[in-house]
């Protein structure tokens, strides 16, 4: 047996559990995660990992310590361990440039969006919205990493063959919605969002859901020439690889 062992951190989730099934691990609202190493700076700069966008994916379930299926994430949930991630592998500061000047984002001071938890009930969790103007309801779920990636290998897979033509924005709706004036019959709720949807409506509904779904506050106040601005704080290469050019 090796005599030697890694540091871990516990991370508190933004969903602090609530969408999880009370048998997850992820229920507790927190998970245990290790600190990074040369083994997993390798997964940084593999190859095959860059180049089908899974590199993040592969190295935070590398690092994260409790067994849990990484699937079942919310998206949320996956940026606060994202940037815990980074200020357990390199620290706290993080350079930005921002106006054509160098600035350093404190990492630490990033908070969990502010959660209520009166709209969650339990796993599977379902949300109601009445859109505006067309006075209907849906229902729509939070989604978790693995349906997301679902998502998104469709939308893909729709513009290899339409091209700028792929319907992303519809797409991400059926996933999104439900239900549909009481309705959860798919061919009824496509229906609605390919041809009744009104852009109006759409745009309330995501605004919504971005309120709805926990995550982090990925903004920072920094000092631009003696007046305090805020500003969002880019992921880029050096996020995870700070000697990057």
Request: hydrophobic share 40%; net charge negative.
């Given at each position: 047996m090796s005599k030697f062992s890694l540091p871990t951190e516990t991370v508190e989730l933004p969903s602090k559990g609530l969408?999880?099934?009370?048998?997850?691990?992820?229920?507790?609202?927190?998970?245990?995660?290790?600190?990074?190493?040369?083994?997993?700076?390798?997964i940084l700069t593999n190859p095959s990992y860059i180049a089908n966008g899974t590199v993040i994916d592969r190295l935070l379930e590398a690092l994260i310590v409790t067994d849990i299926d990484y699937n079942?994430?919310?998206?949320?949930?996956?940026?606060?361990?994202?940037?815990?991630?980074?200020?357990?592998?390199?620290g706290k500061d993080y350079p930005i440039t921002y106006k054509g000047k160098e600035y350093v984002v404190d990492l630490s001071l990033v908070n969990n969006k502010p959660l209520d938890d009166s709209l969650y009930s339990g796993p599977s969790t379902e949300f109601s919205f009445t859109l505006p103007t067309a006075k209907i309801e849906v229902k729509f779920k939070l989604l978790n990493h693995g349906e997301e990636t679902k998502m998104?290998?469709?939308?893909?897979g729709l513009r290899k063959i339409q091209g700028e033509n792929a319907p992303?924005?519809?797409?991400?709706?059926r996933y999104m919605i439900v239900e549909v004036d009481g309705s959860r019959?798919?061919?009824?709720?496509?229906?609605?969002?390919?041809?009744?949807?009104?852009?109006?409506?759409?745009?309330?509904?995501?605004?919504y859901y971005a309120q709805v779904q926990p995550d982090i506050d990925l903004t920072a106040k920094i000092d631009v020439n003696g007046v305090e601005e805020e500003v969002e704080i880019p992921i880029g290469i050096t996020f995870f690889w700070p000697d990057a050019e």
């Open positions: 969408l999880a099934a009370p048998d997850s691990p992820l229920s507790s609202g927190k998970i245990e995660m290790k600190y990074m190493t040369t083994r997993e700076e390798d079942e994430l919310s998206i949320g949930d996956k940026n606060a361990i994202m940037v815990a991630a980074r200020i357990l592998s390199y998104l290998d469709e939308i893909e992303e924005s519809t797409t991400r709706l019959d798919r061919k009824d709720i496509k229906d609605f969002i390919d041809n009744y949807f009104l852009a109006r409506d759409a745009r309330a509904f995501r605004e």
